[in-house]
């Protein structure tokens, strides 16, 4: 396995390459030798050709500052150049380290000076301009014993301001070097095979959100947005390429940041994203989210307002009113489209690097939620949204990659590193390795920290030249490796055309990262190749992953009580990735914060579903019927279930399975209580969303079972039909009584014989 380091031999260049890759520029300049004592400062703004020309001038201009607090006069300019050249990687990089007062080359005073300034009070700046020949270079040179001409390699070169201060004795002392800028002038000869060289230009960045899912702080996000912003001037950077080849390293989650940004930053909404007249399909929702191995459904776009304020949802009476953009959060939009309008012309026919959604802490995500990692990767999905841009995965682009994360990664992703992982082959690192099978590319720490100052190490004609110089000593050694540079995040030059014009050399290959990945590897082994320890202990922690979980638990819960919205638990889910960004660790406290407060919103829209029980249920049979009320307290309908808890065997149902409420309602249910034991049952009702997670309130309620035995209905039964019997028994004897009364009225006391004899004459006849 890769073994740690405790302390890297060159801890400066680590310092500097680390802040350099991960913070804004301003840090890696700081970490760069300055000139304290110098009065003047000397800076170079642009410098052409980038190279040593066969013929015609080299032209270097400026602006130099009067940085004491006394006045300077006849500040005279002059070119200088080293006699020879440097000639490895190695040299390069300490030459970097050099002193600023160090003397790294003579001045050219043939035909000086080449730029006066008459005078600079203190504070005030001015313009130069210095124009050398070529030729006199060359016999500069050879004056001091090189050979310009034939020795290829890479020059010192720069400007010494020589002045009179106002404390010289008399104005009249002779004039000493009062100030100086120094970079990298390559030197090319012959013809050969071309250095394929890969630029990389991150786009990645911390995102928080405010409590209620909007992005937090949209007026630092307009100031980074703007063209000469941190990610404004990244794209404008990437756009002054034009059709170069170039590779783009993107988090996802930064672009979709920036559409809501663009759409007025809407907070989270629970309104309608689909068709009310679709049949309710739960498999719409999002898939478990404990469970990266399954296969998500397809994830719809986050449903943000268009310009006019609409989301284009087909159920627009149960659409939540946005509330409108404050003044700041209009001037973020502004900047936002602007931004999102240029990235996408500067993105067409480039390589795009998709990294882990969020710029997953990926080392902490290892350690302690190797899940995080999977739903990162798919989040970012293989295209760029809304553009459809085709993407490849990628993991790295900073200074260290450690073992577990090369582990994690899937056979197609890109890995980028840099040579800083293997300190034992410091100046001759390979740019393509396989370490444990892995291929990877290990990018130049060096060229990304630019120039050797004192002045701007990272201005554009730093970067520029040292770009250049790697790729010269590159090309004086066989193999011939390829280069790779992961430009500074934020970092843009001044002239971003003009930067790019310097790299325009016919021995330099401008490519991409997949173009040099297939260039013969280097293989490394284990112990070889080290992670720091203090890298290890600026990961995220457990605490911050799980807190991660827990709000995105809360999302996934919320989205299945909802009845018309499919997107909010994807967007609470992309909230939760974006907390655990590299970017975090800069204050893990505060994600974690973060986190919490959300959830708590969320959870306060979950306790909107109560459910009430009646005091107390008595059954007379084995089953019986009560009705309780469900309520939703919402502003979106919610369709939930009824589920029932009991410890004694008691069965709870209903005839509907999913009850729709409308919002802000109120409803009855029927539910039918049976059970085969006597006594009383403690039930607690609970409320749950269509996947079986509880929400909102639950109540409690007894219900008493007091059906009779088997014997007592016997005998009661018994009773009834003796009773019944006895009843039958005396209305017959009744009815026997009343007929024979009814015949006894009906015949006369005495018949006379007349009468007699009459009835009976016809049967005598």
Avoid: C
């Avoid at 994203?273 to 397809?298: F, W």
């Avoid at 320890?533 to 995220?540: E, G, K, M, S």
Wanted: proline share 8%; hydrophobic share 40%; glycine share 8%.
């Amino acid at each position: 396995m890769l073994r740690p380091l405790s302390l890297l031999p060159a801890l400066a260049l680590v310092a500097t390459t680390w802040v350099g890759w991960s913070a804004p520029a301003e840090a890696a300049q700081a970490a760069r030798a300055e000139d304290p004592d110098a009065p003047l400062s000397v800076s170079i703004e642009s410098m052409s050709p980038a190279t040593v020309p066969d013929r015609g001038p080299v032209t270097l201009t400026g602006r130099v500052t009067n940085d004491d607090d006394v006045t300077w006069s006849t500040i005279n300019l002059y070119p200088f150049i080293s006699s020879q050249p440097l000639t490895t990687r190695a040299e390069l990089t300490e030459a970097t380290a050099t002193a600023p007062s160090a003397p790294v080359g003579d001045r050219v005073t043939t035909g000086g000076p080449y730029h006066t300034i008459d005078e600079l009070a203190p504070g005030e700046s001015e313009y130069y301009s210095v124009r050398v020949r070529s030729a006199d270079l060359r016999a500069h040179v050879a004056a001091n014993g090189g050979n310009l001409a034939d020795n290829a390699g890479v020059y010192w070169f720069g400007v010494h301001a020589l002045g009179r201060s106002a404390t010289d004795a008399g104005g009249t002392s002779a004039p000493t070097a009062d100030g100086r800028a120094r970079t990298f002038l390559p030197r090319v000869g012959g013809t050969g095979r071309q250095v394929k060289t890969a630029l990389v230009v991150p786009l990645r960045g911390g995102i928080e959100y405010a409590d209620d899912g909007s992005i937090a702080d949209p007026a630092a996000w307009a100031s980074s947005l703007a063209t000469d912003g941190r990610l404004g001037s990244a794209v404008e950077l990437g756009a002054a390429a034009g059709s170069r080849p170039l590779t783009w390293l993107i988090d996802p989650a930064l672009t979709d940041a920036t559409a809501r940004l663009a759409a007025g930053n809407p907070a989270r909404s629970l309104g309608s994203t689909v068709d009310p007249e679709a049949t309710e399909d739960p498999d719409r929702l999002v898939a478990d989210p404990e469970d990266p191995t399954a296969t998500p459904p397809a994830e719809p776009e986050t449903a943000l307002p268009s310009p006019d304020g609409s989301t284009g949802s087909a159920d627009q009476t149960e659409q939540e009113e946005p509330e409108p953009p404050t003044p700041t959060e209009e001037t973020a939009a502004r900047a936002a489209s602007a931004w999102r309008e240029s990235l996408r012309d500067a993105l067409a026919s480039t390589e795009i690097l998709a990294l882990p959604y969020g710029d997953l802490d990926v080392p902490a995500a290892a350690e302690h939620d190797s899940a995080a990692y999977t739903r990162a990767r798919r989040r970012s999905g293989s295209s760029l949204q809304p553009w459809q841009l085709p993407t490849s995965p990628a993991l790295g682009g900073r200074a260290f990659l450690d073992p577990a994360s090369i582990e994690l990664a899937g056979d197609d992703e890109a890995l980028i590193g840099s040579d800083l992982m293997v300190p034992g082959l410091s100046g001759s690192a390979p740019t393509v390795a396989t370490i444990g099978g892995r291929r990877l590319v290990l990018a130049s720490t060096g060229a990304a920290s630019g120039g050797p100052g004192p002045d701007d190490p990272l201005a554009g004609v730093a970067v520029r030249q040292r770009i250049l110089a790697e790729a010269a000593v590159r090309r004086l050694v066989s193999p011939r490796e390829p280069l790779v540079v992961v430009l500074p995040g934020g970092w843009s030059a001044a002239e971003p055309d003009e930067f790019f014009d310097g790299l325009d050399q016919p021995w330099l290959d401008l490519t991409t990262v997949a173009d040099v990945l297939d260039e013969p590897a280097t293989t490394l082994e284990p112990e070889q190749v080290v992670y720091p320890r203090a890298q290890a202990r600026r990961q995220l922690g457990a605490g911050v992953f799980a807190s991660a979980r827990s709000l995105s638990e809360a999302g996934t819960t919320l989205q299945y009580l909802l009845t018309r919205n499919d997107t909010v638990g994807h967007e609470v889910a992309d909230q939760a990735m974006a907390s655990l960004s590299f970017a975090s660790r800069a204050d893990p406290d505060a994600a974690l914060s973060s986190n919490t407060r959300s959830r708590a919103v969320l959870e306060d829209l979950l306790n909107g579903v109560r459910i009430e029980a009646p005091r107390q249920v008595t059954l007379s049979s084995a089953s019986g019927r009560f009705s309780a009320t469900l309520e939703n307290t919402l502003d979106q309908p919610v369709t939930v279930r009824v589920r029932a808890v009991a410890e004694e065997p008691i069965t709870i149902t209903m005839t509907e399975e999913d009850v729709t409420l409308p919002p802000r309602s109120r409803r009855s249910v029927l539910l039918t209580a049976s059970t085969e034991q006597q006594g009383v049952h403690n039930i607690t009702l609970q409320v749950t969303n269509m996947a079986g997670t509880t929400v909102g309130t639950s109540d409690r309620l007894p219900i008493r079972a007091a059906q009779v035995s088997d014997v007592i209905w016997l005998i009661i039964g018994t009773g009834a039909a003796l009773l019944l019997g006895a009843i039958g028994v005396r209305l017959a004897r009744r009815f026997r009584a009343a007929r024979r009364t009814s015949g006894d009225a009906a015949a006369p006391d005495d018949a006379s014989p007349e009468a007699e004899a009459t009835e009976q004459a016809p049967a005598s006849a």
